[in-house]
């Protein structure tokens, strides 16, 4: 079983759109994370949800809006796609939150392109 | 706050040579490092991390980093490399969020 998994894979879609992205942990983790990679490979840190509730904002466009309908479920919301949100996404857990020895284990990654 | 950084974007090694990833930190209180994986179209595998303690830390896939608190380091480390050990390397400091270092392409040649 993957540990954490994302759905879809790829996803294309025209500007103005509006997206979801699906994340799921089977780890029993607390805590879920989103981040972006870049073209350039630079990866960054958006949100982060400990059991539910959310720790972590960074600077990220209003247009991104982060679910957790439950501790093992993280999924992005992107309204109104811009060509600038063409990247990769990347869900991961870690078992607390504030665990800063914690390990963090990332999904396969979702690859937007914004055309 | 913790950041690390990577200073060589790219390290071609030929099969059987040692491996080295570099990686430097700074930071402000106890260092929390990681070392991750990411091969071609997929995610980001954990290697290894450095808590406290003893300044060798062994990973996964015969990998290990050594902890320099003098010159501030935390390199990753291969004996003998393979050519499926090319990937792209990412260095990451905790501090209650991961921060990570820009990569570092690996190719191991034939």
């Known amino acids: 079983d993957t540990a954490v998994s994302q759905t879809p894979k790829y996803l294309v879609t025209q500007m103005g759109n509006d997206k979801s992205i699906k994340c799921e942990q089977n780890?029993?983790?607390?805590?879920m994370y989103w981040y972006k990679q870049d073209s350039k490979k630079f990866l960054k840190i958006m949100f982060s949800?400990?059991?539910?509730?959310?720790?972590i904002n960074e600077t990220v466009p209003n247009r991104f809006s982060p679910k957790s309908p439950d501790k093992a479920h993280l999924n992005l919301h992107i309204n109104s796609l811009e060509l600038g949100d063409s990247a990769v996404y990347f869900c991961a857990s870690s078992q607390t939150m504030g665990g800063q020895t914690d390990t963090q284990y990332f999904g396969p990654g979702t690859r937007l392109t914004v055309l | 706050a913790q950041s690390v950084a990577q200073p060589e974007d790219q390290v071609n090694v030929a099969e059987g040579n040692p491996l080295t990833v570099k990686c430097t930190y700074s930071?402000?209180?106890?260092?929390?490092l990681f070392w991750y994986v990411q091969y071609p179209n997929r995610g980001l595998q954990f290697l290894l991390k450095y808590i406290t303690g003893d300044n060798l830390v062994k990973g996964s896939y015969g990998f290990e980093a050594e902890f320099n608190k003098s010159q501030t380091s935390f390199h990753l480390k291969k004996p003998s490399a393979l050519v499926s050990d090319s990937a792209l390397y990412f260095c990451a400091g905790n501090d209650y969020k991961l921060s990570f270092g820009a990569g570092t392409t690996v190719t191991v040649r034939a």
């Open positions: 949800y400990n059991n539910k509730e959310l720790i």
């Open positions: 930071v402000s209180g106890n260092p929390y």
């Open positions: 780890l029993g983790h607390d805590t």
